[in-house]
């Protein structure tokens, strides 16, 4: 069971109540979490990522084990301790401004 955190207007947007589950087979990437999330909560198709499951929005980070993995690419394997429910996977909204 994969946990996700989501940013509050995002849980919001779900209609879920804090972390959600899901179930995410092997091999367990960003592309397969966020692709299992959309199945799950359609509303949040186009928030988080392209509508056609392009890359992600420009103010939007994912986080695990510690790790910035917004930059790596969508089909590399998150780190195990996420993979297998050990640790959360952060959807972040990044702040600008000066």
């Keep these: ?12 947007l779900a209609g879920a109540g804090g ?16 692709d299992a999330l959309e199945a799950r909560h ?7 990522r392209g509508h056609d499951g392009g890359p992600r929005r420009a103010f939007v980070r994912f986080f695990a ?8 690419p969508p089909e590399s394997p998150v780190p195990e301790t996420v993979a297998t ?7 972040v909204g990044a702040m600008a401004g000066g």
């Design 85 to 91: 429910g050990e640790e959360p996977f952060l959807v």
């Design 1 to 12: 069971m994969i946990r996700v955190i989501l940013p509050a207007h995002l849980l919001d």
């Design 42 to 48: 359609p509303a949040l198709k186009g928030t988080i």
């Design 19 to 34: 972390e959600v589950e899901l179930e995410v087979a092997a091999p367990v990437t960003q592309r397969a979490i966020l």
């Design 65 to 72: 084990a510690g790790e910035d993995l917004s930059h790596d």
